[in-house]
């Protein structure tokens, strides 16, 4: 505890918060101002998803397009902490030479994954590459350096994903030819920065750290993400307290959302799954069905928001 | 080790942030190396975030 606690002691004019609630000390070194990235850490379920994605992704239908993925994480001074990986979804825009993200479902995403940790910053973007270049193309530094400045520190992370097998081992066990590159089989990802201003990008050094990926749980529900990505959005944004919930216990995944209603435990509730969208009214511990047919949730909501203010 | 008094800006943030770490659970940061209070979790805002999703531009 050391200085802070003494500190903490010394502010004899603010006892109460003080004494009623300890502070949660966290060891993180974060601080509003940052340097450049000198390292970016990688959850290892984050590498490893990023690998077996990559991996199933070539042995689909559309494998020999590009793919790629947005990461999520904290933003310390010097490194990133890459926490999250949101997929470019199945409605993304891709061919052998280019990919656009879908990123009405990614949005969403990113509500749900920072309903957890409010600090969860976009890092950047991996993507892949067929053949052998391991680094960012022309084309991709045009967009990126326009882009990087609304990111945190104005630096974003970059990560090339090939499997052209140069540095292909017959093990899965993950490896590092350089500082700034980890490969397993025949795929490898090289990882680089790029900030505000810089004229290319530079060779990031990457190591895996122990964590979860936080938007693994997100992926049983990924499709109807996307097929309700705007209207879930625009409701998210309208209801400040709309909070969402992955149910993947039963045979099929299922999204919920949550609409806190302005008496004291009563919510609406809605869950989407693939085929349909049920509405239910939350009320002194039960759980009512509606008997309302609407399959925009957003529209549902706000039937169901209009009956009940006309019942008050 | 410094065992210097908060001078009045400092001691402000401390109390901002424990007032903060009360009401909505807001970690308090701690410097590794001496345990001096270094600030509070720099929250993101949806908005920040969205933006730069919805605006990430095509790679090659």
Not at chain 1, 76 to 85: F, H, N, R, S, V
Not at chain 1, 113 to 132: E, K, N, Y
Not at chain 1, 204 to 216: K, R, T
Request: glycine share 8%; charged share 30%; with cysteine.
């Amino acid at each position: 505890m050391g200085k802070l606690q003494r500190a903490v002691t010394d502010l004899r004019g603010e006892p109460k918060v003080v004494r009623q609630t300890p502070p949660i000390l966290t060891d993180a070194g974060a601080r509003a101002s940052y340097s450049p990235l000198q390292r970016v850490r990688i959850a290892d379920e984050v590498a490893r998803v990023l690998f077996d994605e990559y991996g199933a992704h070539r042995k689909s239908e559309r494998g020999e397009e590009e793919t790629g993925w947005l990461l999520l994480g904290l933003r310390d001074t010097k490194e990133a902490i890459a926490l999250a990986t949101l997929p470019a979804g199945a409605e993304r825009e891709a061919g052998e030479a280019h990919i656009r993200f879908n990123s009405g479902a990614q949005a969403v995403a990113s509500r749900i994954v920072r309903q957890a940790d409010r600090r969860l910053a976009l890092l950047g973007v991996v993507h892949t590459h067929p053949g052998s270049l391991r680094h960012p193309s022309d084309g991709d530094f045009r967009g990126d350096i326009s882009w990087v400045g609304q990111l945190r520190g104005g630096d974003g992370v970059f990560g090339i994903g090939t499997a052209d097998g140069k540095y292909a081992r017959p093990s899965d066990e993950l490896w590092q030819p350089r500082a700034n590159m980890f490969c397993r089989g025949d795929l490898c990802y090289s990882w680089y920065s790029l900030r505000e201003s810089a004229r290319s990008y530079q060779a990031l050094p990457a190591e895996i750290a122990p964590g979860s990926d936080l938007a693994l749980p997100l992926r049983a529900v990924w499709p109807i993400l996307e097929e309700h990505a705007e209207r879930l959005d625009r409701l998210a944004r309208q209801q400040a307290k709309v909070e969402f919930e992955c149910l993947t216990g039963s045979e099929h995944a299922a999204l919920a959302l949550m609409v806190p209603l302005a008496d004291e435990g009563r919510s609406l509730r809605v869950v989407l799954t693939g085929k349909e969208v049920r509405y239910f009214l939350a009320r002194e511990g039960s759980l009512l069905a509606a008997d309302l047919s609407e399959p925009h949730a957003d529209r549902g909501v706000y039937r169901l928001l209009a009956e009940l203010a006309g019942e008050a | 080790m410094d065992f210097r008094p908060l001078n009045d800006t400092e001691r402000r943030q401390l109390i901002t942030a424990l007032r903060g770490n009360a009401d909505t659970g807001s970690a308090l940061l701690m410097d590794r190396r001496d345990t001096s209070f270094l600030g509070i979790a720099e929250e993101v805002t949806d908005e920040e975030v969205i933006n730069a999703i919805k605006s990430v531009p095509c790679h090659y």
